[in-house]
């Protein structure tokens, strides 16, 4: 038995290796969390985990000048899984290659906790998004070149719709489905 590859595979955490943001290697767990079988992922591009092409350039670039400054990243995202459902997890990015920081990234990816089937529209995914990981309505609209206002107007729709009071309880009501 290869105790390596045991660890490896049966990680708490999905991990990836990715060369120009295409899966070139991966453990179970991962495989598991975004539902496809590893062999379905290998050679793919990440663009298959996120729900638009928009979405996929955008959260790419998030984390761009830290990993070309530190070398690493790590945030909250949403992925998409295979049947369409979402999963809620810690990111964590490590470049390799610090001058051209996406041609090799060894990620991580720890579940939170499956998203509860919630039909959200691609700017509210990206106001949640946002406020996962701490960003001010203002640093989000910056980000996505929107006004703070319009930002502002989506938060407010999602706190009346999911009768919550303030981000963290929509964060919390939209990772674990509590009531």
Not at 12 to 34: H, K
Not at 60 to 75: K, T, W
Request: a negative charge; one cysteine or more; aromatic letters at 6%.
């Amino acid at each position: 038995m290869d105790l390596d590859r045991v660890a490896y595979d049966q990680a708490p955490a999905g991990i990836v290796l990715t060369e120009d943001r295409v899966i070139s290697a991966c453990n179970q767990t991962f495989a598991d969390m975004v539902g496809y079988s590893r062999e379905d992922l290998l050679g793919q591009s990440f663009r298959l985990l996120y729900a638009s092409n928009e979405e996929f350039e955008r959260v790419r670039d998030i984390g761009l000048e830290l990993l070309q400054q530190d070398g690493v990243y790590s945030d909250e995202r949403m992925m998409r899984r295979r049947d369409g459902g979402q999963v809620w997890c810690r990111f964590r990015a490590h470049s390799l290659t610090p001058e051209t920081p996406l041609a090799q990234v060894v990620m991580t990816f720890a579940e939170i906790m499956e998203v509860p089937p919630v039909s959200l529209s691609a700017r509210e995914r990206q106001v949640v998004s946002g406020l996962g990981r701490g960003l001010t309505s203002k640093e989000i609209a910056r980000e996505l070149g929107l006004s703070p206002r319009t930002i502002e107007d989506v938060r407010a729709r999602l706190l009346k719709r999911f009768s919550v009071k303030n981000a963290a309880e929509l964060l919390s009501r939209l990772t674990i489905g509590a009531p």
